[in-house]
């Protein structure tokens, strides 16, 4: 799907709340677990709003929104996806197929930073498609794009606001428009959007057992690596 404004009868272009990039966007996350959590807290800093939810309820979401402020919110998954303007699933794979309505991530971002594994911790290959793909199957209408999956959350705590060279975090899917504001986002937060290309072959580069996978890249050896 791409990104194309649409026309209303009076011939004005106007722009999807989907398209939105930078501070005005209410990001959902979906996972509130070490990652989820980390996210949640750079992206406040970065003055945005966040939407949380994760499988307990959220209740159990108390003490992360004491600490965050008023910045942080949270709901139901089905609520969040709803609310939100762009989401991202920080859940284990397995549970995201069904998690959401298909009609509350309809022509929505959604950023699918889940990794695969075995049962025996090892990357997993489910029959040659990268888990991005399949989260695309089962959410037909959503806009789906890979990142924020190959960088432990301890450096992403604190990577962003270090100074130096910027490290780089990975864009991959198939709606260039869903790909930019992502990297709009990414950029917010301190770090360098890398585009790895299509949702399949970008996807392999990015997933456990690829080349991109917890290796912390500056921006110049990333854009290097991709090129060579």
């Not at 979906?30 to 709003?49: D, F, K, N, P």
């Not at 959503?142 to 604190?158: P, Y």
């Not at 990015?206 to 290796?215: A, I, K």
């Amino acid at each position: 799907m791409s990104g194309r404004t649409t026309e209303p009868p009076g011939g004005r272009m106007t722009e999807r709340p989907s398209d939105r990039v930078g501070a005005a966007m209410r990001t959902g996350i979906i996972g509130t677990g070490r990652i989820g959590s980390t996210l949640a807290r750079i992206l406040v800093a970065a003055e945005h709003e966040v939407l949380l939810a994760n499988a307990r309820g959220p209740q159990s979401i108390g003490p992360l929104l004491a600490e965050l402020g008023p910045a942080a919110s949270a709901a139901h998954p089905a609520e969040v996806a709803d609310r939100a303007d762009l989401l991202v699933l920080m859940v284990p794979h397995a549970s995201v197929r069904g998690l959401l309505p298909s009609a509350a991530v309809q022509d929505k971002v959604l950023v699918d930073a889940t990794n695969t594994f075995s049962g025996a911790g090892a990357p997993a290959d489910p029959d040659g498609r990268t888990s991005s793909e399949l989260v695309a199957d089962w959410y037909p209408g959503a806009r789906v794009v890979k990142s924020l999956n190959t960088m432990h959350f301890e450096t992403l705590a604190v990577a962003g606001t270090a100074g130096g060279e910027r490290l780089a975090h990975f864009t991959a899917g198939d709606d260039e428009k869903a790909k930019e504001i992502v990297a709009g986002i990414i950029s917010d937060l301190g770090f360098a959007p890398v585009d790895t290309g299509s949702l399949h072959a970008g996807g392999i580069l990015q997933q456990p057992g690829g080349p991109l996978y917890n290796r912390p890249l500056t921006e110049a050896q990333a854009l290097a690596w991709i090129s060579h």
